[in-house]
């Protein structure tokens, strides 16, 4: 290989550009809110120019070439996470904050935060969400892709009947089981805990 300059290392959430200078190629992407492209992987950063009879003269930039082929998160994508012990607490009443710890079926390779908002667990009622009803510590929630969100967090929603709480252990240590979309109950003691439940498809 010739020598010269290794291009960049950028990692998932980091900013390319503006979307009026640059398009995102493989391993990039756009987000609509800020018409912002950011890096949607860990890899190296390649700038490609445009070809001179090309209408649209934006470099296209992408994201390839490293060793690590585990799932990444998407926008678009669902993905399995695990509600965060110390992170719910502490962000309270606004979000609740997960570990990605899959992408469809497959297993993640690298760390990926995400962060379900407020506003973005239910489709209905939204000013009446109560992050500690929706969610606890290490639950295991269903939810979708919708962006990446600041400091590297992918912004999640539960928004959608199949989404939400999968899997929560009750206070008793027992797996819940639903018994409606918005409570589970314990085997073991009978008690009801509210969560944003998913509908298991049939």
């Given at each position: 290989m010739q020598e010269g300059k290794e291009?960049?290392?950028?990692?998932?959430?980091?900013?390319?550009?503006?979307a009026s200078d640059v398009k995102p190629g493989i391993g990039a992407y756009v987000a609509s809110h800020n018409d912002t492209v950011y890096a949607s992987l860990t890899g190296f950063l390649r700038t490609i120019s445009p070809s001179a009879d090309s209408p649209d003269q934006r470099p296209t930039v992408e994201v390839t070439g490293h060793k690590a082929h585990g799932a990444v998160p998407v926008p678009g994508s669902v993905v399995i996470a695990r509600t965060?012990?110390?992170?719910?607490?502490?962000?309270?009443a606004r979000m609740a904050s997960a570990d990605i710890m899959c992408v469809g079926p497959k297993n993640v390779q690298e760390k990926f935060t995400g962060t379900i908002r407020q506003q973005d667990v239910r489709a209905t009622e939204i000013d009446k969400v109560d992050m500690h009803l929706s969610f606890r510590p290490g639950d295991i929630v269903r939810a979708l892709v919708l962006s990446l969100g600041d400091a590297r967090a992918y912004y999640?929603?539960?928004a959608k009947n199949e989404l939400g709480v999968v899997s929560a252990e009750s206070t008793a240590?027992?797996?819940?089981v639903p018994v409606s979309w918005t409570e589970m109950q314990c085997p073991l003691?009978?008690?009801?805990e509210q969560r944003k439940v998913a509908k298991v498809g049939s």
């Open positions: 291009p960049p290392l950028v990692t998932p959430g980091e900013v390319l550009g503006r965060l012990m110390s992170q719910v607490t502490k962000v309270m999640l929603s539960t240590g027992a797996t819940m003691t009978g008690q009801i």
